[in-house]
């Protein structure tokens, strides 16, 4: 074809950094990691229902989480709270 890298595999690893570098607060990045949880321990029980959709984007939301709640701790802001 046309012989170009894809970079969807970086883009993957990256995005949720720089989610966090933005987004960094522990409050809200708390619960972004609650849910991210929840869709990924209980996504058996999820199949085949209302949200399904969303079971895909789990381990994002996990990522996103993690990393909001790290980068909260270094901004100091805990739901835009400093």
């Not at 949720?16 to 058996?44: C, E, K, Q, W």
Request: glycine share 10%; aromatic share 20%.
């Amino acid at each position: 074809m046309y012989q170009e890298a894809n970079p969807t595999v970086f883009a993957i690893v990256t995005f949720p950094f720089l989610f966090a570098v933005m987004f960094g607060d522990y409050g809200h990045g708390s619960l972004i990691l609650v849910v991210g949880l929840f869709l990924t321990l209980f996504a058996n029980q999820l199949k085949g229902g209302a949200m399904e959709g969303v079971l895909p984007l789990r381990y994002m939301f996990l990522m996103m989480g993690m990393f909001a709640c790290y980068t909260g701790m270094l901004y100091n802001e805990w739901f835009a709270i400093p």
